[in-house]
């Protein structure tokens, strides 16, 4: 039922593109390299911390807010001279010690029920794990020949950490050998962080959207020239651990219990890019707690993994919610990248994804400096240019639970970003032309000077 409203709503919300209805087509099976089938069982559930707090905190300027991050406030939101996020009961003070002022307030309980939010009731159509898993598993069954699903490691707790390739047939890719053309990908990564499960709702809509329109001239010219590796929820122990009772938790972390009786650790502090530095908090009882060293946890080992052997991808979105931003490395320094003409790669494909998306394009650091980030990492190990995407609904705000019909507004700016950015995965650089030309412009060129001289002949 909950795919059936997937595709129906995307049905309702496709952009630049007419919708088709779901081909069952068989071509050539495709695999996912190094994937394998069925997730792992899902684990028992230990009791959600108690004692934490919703508070506003005075506080100005991106070294202050790095400053209270450190401590180990969580940082949602950012409004003038304010910061509101959540602490445990037990960092408050340690805030309080530090000189800043705390204005407000309340018990993450009481926070949740003036916010009238609740999965299982209202929010319906948001898919927990084995809805998720379901769900990948129709748009694999549905579409043979386009799909492939795997999982790409395991979470702490045991469950796989789900990874579906959307790719149709080239010659040009297809053959064997060594000097064989690796065919250039994309990837989409959600739900680094539990609470944020439109976060993962959107690149499965993505997914969905892509795979549905398979047949459509340009998806599929795209999809022959590009593969599409999504990842939707990275975290699923701390999303399911967030919903666990049917009321929303405010986990942000993953969900594995450590030594010293706190639990999680915050997954995109732990990659190795700055670890260790400003803006993530060495306390385990931080909701942006690091971890004990980088690359300490199994997911984030399992992100690692996976785009340690898939060298041939090229750009990278990361999905967060809810601040509506588009941002660019650093997060860890305030500094640039080194490299001026990626910089500048950065920039154009930030400021394009944001006038698609309506989101702000800025450095993430602009916002304040965190270490430890997944996209950092990713840029630094393997030259992807790696985006995040602070999703929000339409007008901003809407919390990390914003509703079902977030989802439906979020997707189309957002999978005409991902169809953009397709068009620029087998050479980001081209973005540097004046005129910049995507895959499909290229494809017509071709198209169109083959059919000139056919007719010279
Ligand atoms: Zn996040």
């Known amino acids: 039922m909950r795919f059936l409203l997937s595709l129906l709503c995307l049905l309702s919300v496709s952009p630049s593109f007419a919708a088709k209805t779901v081909s069952t087509k068989a071509v050539a099976q495709i695999t996912a390299r190094g994937l394998t089938d069925a997730p792992v069982p899902a684990p028992e559930m230990s009791a959600i911390p108690e004692g934490r707090y919703w508070v506003v905190v005075r506080c100005s300027g991106p070294a202050e807010r790095s400053r209270l991050a450190e401590i180990g406030l969580d940082i949602a939101e950012i409004k003038g001279g304010t910061v509101a996020g959540v602490i445990s009961s037990g960092l408050l003070e340690v805030v309080e010690r530090a000189g800043f002022k705390v204005q407000f307030k309340t018990s993450l309980e009481k926070y949740n029920a003036s916010m009238g939010r609740d999965f299982p009731q209202q929010d319906q159509i948001y898919h927990n794990y084995d809805e998720q898993n379901s769900m990948l598993k129709d748009l694999a069954k549905?579409?043979?020949?386009?799909?492939?699903?795997?999982?790409?490691?395991?979470?702490?707790?045991g469950r796989?950490?789900?990874?579906?390739?959307?790719?149709?047939?080239?010659?040009?890719?297809?053959?064997?050998?060594?000097?064989?053309?690796?065919?250039?990908?994309?990837?989409?990564?959600?739900?680094?962080?539990?609470?944020?499960?439109?976060?993962?709702?959107?690149?499965?809509?993505?997914?969905?959207?892509?795979?549905?329109?398979?047949?459509?001239?340009?998806?599929?010219?795209?999809?022959?020239?590009?593969?599409?590796?999504?990842?939707?929820?990275?975290?699923?122990?701390?999303?399911?651990?967030?919903?666990?009772?049917?009321?929303?938790?405010?986990?942000?972390?993953n969900?594995?219990?450590?030594?010293?009786?706190?639990?999680?650790?915050?997954?995109?502090?732990?990659?190795?890019?700055?670890?260790?530095?400003?803006?993530?908090?060495?306390?385990?009882?931080?909701d942006t707690y690091r971890g004990p060293s980088a690359f300490s946890e199994p997911e984030s080992q399992t992100v690692k993994a996976f785009f340690d052997g898939h060298p041939e991808v090229t750009i990278c979105i990361s999905y967060h919610s809810y601040g509506g931003d588009v941002m660019y490395p650093w997060g860890g320094s305030e500094g640039d990248i080194s490299s001026a003409k990626d910089l500048q790669v950065f920039k154009k494909m930030t400021s394009d994804v944001a006038k698609l998306t309506g989101y702000r394009p800025s450095k993430s650091s602009e916002m304040y400096v965190a270490t430890g980030d997944f996209t950092d990492w990713l840029y630094a190990a393997h030259n992807v240019f790696a985006l995040t995407i602070e999703l929000s609904p339409k007008g901003g705000g809407g919390g990390f639970y914003p509703g079902a019909d977030a989802i439906g507004q979020m997707s189309p700016g957002n999978i005409d970003a991902v169809v953009y950015l397709m068009g620029f995965a087998d050479n980001p650089y081209r973005l540097l032309d004046k005129e910049p030309k995507s895959l499909l412009d290229l494809q017509k060129e071709a198209a169109e000077k083959t059919a000139e001289k056919a007719e010279a002949k």
């Open 255 to 286: 969900a594995r219990k450590l030594p010293d009786g706190n639990i999680g650790v915050d997954l995109n502090r732990n990659y190795d890019s700055f670890w260790g530095g400003p803006g993530a908090s060495p306390n385990p009882s931080a």
């Open 142 to 157: 549905q579409n043979v020949g386009a799909a492939a699903l795997g999982t790409a490691g395991a979470s702490s707790g």
């Open 160 to 253: 796989g950490i789900a990874v579906i390739k959307i790719s149709l047939p080239n010659p040009k890719y297809d053959s064997r050998g060594p000097d064989a053309p690796k065919k250039p990908a994309i990837a989409l990564v959600g739900q680094h962080h539990a609470r944020e499960h439109v976060s993962a709702e959107v690149p499965l809509n993505v997914a969905s959207f892509l795979l549905s329109n398979k047949d459509n001239p340009k998806i599929k010219t795209l999809l022959e020239n590009v593969d599409v590796y999504v990842l939707p929820s990275v975290n699923p122990d701390g999303a399911e651990y967030d919903i666990v009772g049917g009321s929303y938790h405010y986990w942000r972390k």
